[in-house]
């Protein structure tokens, strides 16, 4: 709140004192010039030496994004630093966009993260038939030509087949299937930051990639194309267990449902790896 009270001394001069911890003997220098008597100096001496007891809270910022979230977590592995864990044998892209600017890794994410926010999951997908389907957003403007050499469908093919992907797809067919859902919601400042443990509560931001409703309840699905290895499984995990919490909480406080799995599709390891037991 950054309160800062005003001592007006008896010669007119005007001292903002604010929290005025640390300042005790900056304040006796000036009082004494003050005619009072000891009492009456020691007196406003410890009003103004008072600390205000939200220190930590009044400083603390009132809104978040999940991905501060996640950056308070552990920042191990360079976000969303795309690297297959297959080569591809076709060419992906057209030699006339060769000698384009090159996409950055981010780039290369939100390039899938819109392929799976267009794609009709009750449909089913080949290799022809998605290849067909990604051009023609390109020419509807839906997504830039530019990013249509790091879209690698053989991933995309890998999740939609997937036993995640195939249960996603019947939610789909009941109208149970949400994509790219936006959500604000208020969390206890503890859960931000960890150096207090104030139950003021803050306001959260994000969006979830896809969840559905399954048995009246729900599956959490965070679409990753980090660059990991095989065996760093449980890195990805620690690196957004924080962001997946968030996204959980939210869900669970808009729904009413509880969230019974979670998983982190690993685009670049064709896995699904579960955060929660089945």
Not at 83 to 111: C, D, H, V
Request: charged share 30%.
């Amino acid at each position: 709140l950054n309160i800062r009270p005003l001592l007006t001394c008896k010669d007119g001069a005007v001292m903002a004192c604010g929290t005025a911890h640390g300042r005790n003997e900056q304040l006796r220098r000036i009082l004494e010039a003050v005619p009072a008597d000891a009492q009456e100096v020691a007196e406003i001496v410890k009003e103004l030496s008072w600390d205000y007891g939200y220190q930590k809270e009044s400083a603390a910022k009132i809104k978040y994004s999940v991905s501060e979230i996640k950056q308070k977590s552990q920042g191990m592995f360079e976000e969303e630093h795309y690297q297959p864990a297959f080569a591809e044998k076709e060419a992906l892209m057209p030699e006339f966009l060769k000698s384009g600017k090159k996409i950055s890794a981010a780039s290369r994410g939100t390039a899938v993260h819109k392929c799976m926010e267009l794609l009709d999951f009750t449909k089913e997908y080949t290799k022809e038939s998605l290849d067909e389907q990604i051009r023609k957003w390109i020419t509807d403007g839906k997504i830039e030509e530019r990013y249509y050499q790091v879209i690698y469908q053989r991933a995309i093919l890998w999740f939609l087949r997937s036993r995640i992907g195939k249960r996603a797809k019947e939610a789909a067919k009941k109208g149970n299937l949400y994509k790219e859902s936006q959500f604000v919601i208020g969390l206890p400042l503890k859960e931000m930051e960890q150096d207090t443990e104030s139950q003021e509560l803050v306001v959260v931001q994000g969006i979830i990639d896809l969840f559905f409703v399954e048995e009246d309840q729900i599956v959490l699905v965070d679409y990753k194309t980090d660059r990991v290895k095989r065996g760093q499984e449980e890195t990805l995990i620690q690196h957004y267990q924080a962001q997946l919490h968030a996204y959980q909480k939210a869900l669970e406080q808009m729904t009413g449902k509880k969230v019974k799995e979670i998983y982190l599709s690993s685009f670049a390891l064709n896995k699904n790896i579960s955060l929660l037991p089945e």
